[in-house]
DNA sequence: CCGTATCCCCAGCGATACTG
DNA sequence: CAGTATCGCTGGGGATACGG
């Protein structure tokens, strides 16, 4: 394999992009951010429109880069417990700061739909 | 059309995904940060693999979210420059962060190939 | 409960040529 | 100079069924 991401990033901020892009990536991080520790059904329950396939995916490729840490319970029922490592509590501020923006642009887009009016 | 993203943004984080996501936007917007206005042909030189279509996909994208302005002069030979405007200079703390953020873990990641050694 | 395994689709992206 | 127009590709994502 040796090409988990389509192209060599071509400088920080492309490296950064491709590593907390995606669909689903920033909201899982949001969400282990937000509950501490989040089982994998958990977090199936709150992403409500992912289908387990790409939860693994997201899940696995956010481990690897270093930025959740997964945790395996040997039991019966089995139970795995995923959290932010070090380094993926270091991408709070910004979530939470891209997350205050995205909020404040749609409440502006409320708004807007008097433009068309007497 | 009526749909410019694949699908309607779950919430506000979602939302600001969207709008910065894809390959090139991130880049984009920190170039225009760095140099206040920058004309059509000096963004198509500093993204050098960009193709001109992608180039003005994505500014027209940009343009329509609000995060940049275009202005056009009426000249010959024509000349087109683009700028951030209020909204968009509003994500450059968060693109500046993520842009550091990125700088650590390739500098990580340099020193990591030692694992592999006698 | 926590995932894999398959198969498939399509939107984002790319290459190339052309124009006001 | 600053874009369009066409066509083609490909890998990210989706649906469904099954497995330890």
Redesign the pocket.
Known sequence: MARK???DPICSLDYAFQRIG??YKGRILWHLHIRDVL????LRKILD??????L?QS??ELEEDMLIH?E?YLEV????EYSLTKVGKELVPFLHHLKDWGAKQIRKEKLKPMKVQS
């Open positions: 991401y389509g192209t995606g669909k089982r994998y059904g958990e429109d992912i289908t387990p396939k790409m693994t899940l696995r997964r395996v029922p089995p139970k795995v």
